[in-house]
Nanobody, 123 residues
Framework: QVQFVESGGGLVQAGGSLRLSCAAS????????MGWFRKAPGKEREFVGS????????YYADSVKGRFTISRDNPKNTVYLQMNSLQPEDTAVYYC????????????????WGQGTQVTVSS
């Protein structure tokens, strides 16, 4: 069973940047499409973006399109979320997950999840 260690979260001022990392172990990382989700207090978990297994095809939520970029390094078993122009509304716990089947946009389409990393954006 694949497991993840997420890192890179923290406190940043509005307009700043962070890069989250999600390092996998215990599975064949390159065989998984990956997704990033986030959950803010009082809100449901929402899709941020996804990346395909091999060709790096990405999809993003409209709320982050043009500001966030997902990439992966298969030899390092790691997927990244580069977040630029951060805003207070981006404050949430961010999770990576392995895609299983169905729509990329639904959390129910994902199987294994990381523990999450907190991102806080101050105004």
């Amino acid at each position: 069973q694949v497991q993840f260690v997420e890192s890179g979260g923290g406190l940043v001022q509005a307009g700043g940047s962070l890069r989250l990392s999600c390092a996998a172990s215990g599975g064949t990382f390159r065989s998984y499409a990956m997704g990033w989700f986030r959950k803010a207090p009082g809100k449901e978990r929402e899709f941020v973006g996804s990346i395909s297994r091999t060709f790096g095809i990405t999809y993003y939520a409209d709320s982050v399109k043009g500001r966030f970029t997902i990439s992966r390094d298969n030899p390092k078993n790691t997927v990244y979320l580069q977040m630029n122009s951060l805003q207070p509304e981006d404050t949430a716990v961010y999770y990576c997950a392995t895609y299983y089947r169905g729509s990329y946009y639904y959390s129910s389409s994902y199987a294994y999840w990381g523990q999450g990393t907190q991102v806080t954006v101050s105004s």
